[in-house]
């Protein structure tokens, strides 16, 4: 990737987080979060406060959001503790509009989002606040943050502890630096080895120090040119093994069984706005794959419900389409997801049909 520095990015730091979560499978990653007893609890929920907070913070000209949805939430079942996770390249001042989304997170109690998340009422739950930010952001983000909840404290309401993590990128590696006195997150290696600074992701000379995505396009944020290549191969390995396997005889190609095993974390996703969206592009791009066979081997099919339903066909032009769905040509893509001339994708107005 050359001198490229793609850290500050919103798709490279939520999947990076995403799997430092889940347990190692090839030594590359150190995966943190899920060796201190986190996991994924939701992606992009939605969380509200109360209206008496929300009235209180008017009374005292405070301005907040109602409602927000962070990036994830993780929890951690053990010490009942909540994590609200934010994504920022930089940092920023207590005068930017993001503070407005910042106190509301300040405000968002475990029991709140205990009860937001649907978890048993009988347990109390903590929570902690943590952004990730890109190097040399981090202080600048701490300081924004105090301030905040010196402000929230004011107003008589109770603002959960927060903690900042930043991203650097080395040259044996993704590094997240964060101190050992402000761990409020009890991440096992800070406190093993009193480093403020974790190697999460290791490098050889001339890796690809990105992650294959499990998240790869974000429509609320748009997409780059890595995600959305990821996303068309995994769309046509899932249609080229549904179809390989089934062709021939009658069946569905349910679009969010599909989604599930492309986006592993689909159904974690909370965020129904960006997966209709995503459900849109996908069904464009198999139904241009699906008019090529169309066309060239009189492929039959229908759209209804979310789903594709696939006609039976001969055995010759069958056994055509498997030829296809394996050869270099496909497995190089010449489809595309559509894109507009500003570079983001297009939506496929189907609206009430995705």
């Given at each position: 990737m050359g001198n490229e520095d793609f850290t500050g990015a919103h798709l490279f730091q939520l999947n990076l987080l995403i799997f430092l979560?889940?347990?190692?499978?090839?030594g590359k990653?150190?995966?943190?979060?899920w060796e201190s007893g986190y996991q994924i609890e939701s992606i992009s929920p939605t969380l509200t406060l109360p209206l008496p907070l929300i009235q209180k913070a008017k009374e005292n000209n405070i301005k907040i959001k109602p409602a927000v949805s962070p990036e994830i939430v993780f929890s951690n079942?053990?010490?009942k503790l909540f994590i609200i996770v934010e994504c920022k390249k930089t940092s920023f001042s207590i005068a930017s509009s993001n503070s407005e989304q910042a106190r509301t997170y300040l405000l968002l109690s475990g029991n709140l989002i205990r009860d937001?998340?649907?978890k048993s009422v009988r347990d109390n739950w903590g929570s902690v606040l943590l952004y990730l930010v890109g190097e040399n952001h981090r202080e600048g983000m701490i300081g924004t943050l105090k301030q905040l909840s010196a402000e929230l404290a004011s107003m008589g309401a109770f603002p959960i502890p927060h903690t900042v993590l930043e991203i650097k990128r080395?040259?044996?590696?993704?590094?997240l630096r964060i101190s050992d006195e402000e761990n409020k997150l009890n991440i096992t290696k800070v406190k093993d080895n009193g480093s403020n600074k974790i190697k999460v992701l290791h490098l050889e000379k001339g890796d690809d120090p990105r992650p294959l995505y499990l998240i790869p396009i974000d429509p609320s944020v748009g997409m780059d040119s890595y995600g959305k290549t990821v996303m068309e191969e995994r769309t046509r390995l899932s249609v080229?093994?549904?179809?390989?396997?089934?062709?021939?005889?009658?069946?569905?190609?349910?679009i969010d069984e599909m989604l599930a095993s492309v986006i592993s974390v689909w159904d974690l996703w909370e965020d129904s706005n960006s997966k209709r969206k995503i459900r849109g592009w996908v069904k464009t791009y198999i139904t241009n794959i699906l008019n090529i066979l169309k066309s060239n081997y009189f492929l039959n099919y229908q759209y209804a419900s979310g789903a594709f339903h696939i006609e039976s066909l001969d055995e010759e032009n069958a056994n055509k389409i498997r030829r296809y769905l394996e050869s270099a040509d496909f497995r190089k893509g010449k489809l595309e997801l559509p894109v507009?001339?500003?570079?983001q994708l297009k939506l496929f107005e189907l609206e009430g049909d995705l």
């Open positions: 979560t889940l347990p190692a499978t090839d990653f150190s995966p943190i979060f079942n053990s010490k937001s998340l649907g080395e040259t044996d590696g993704i590094y080229a093994s549904n179809l390989g396997r089934k062709v021939g005889g009658e069946f569905d190609f349910i507009g001339e500003d570079g």
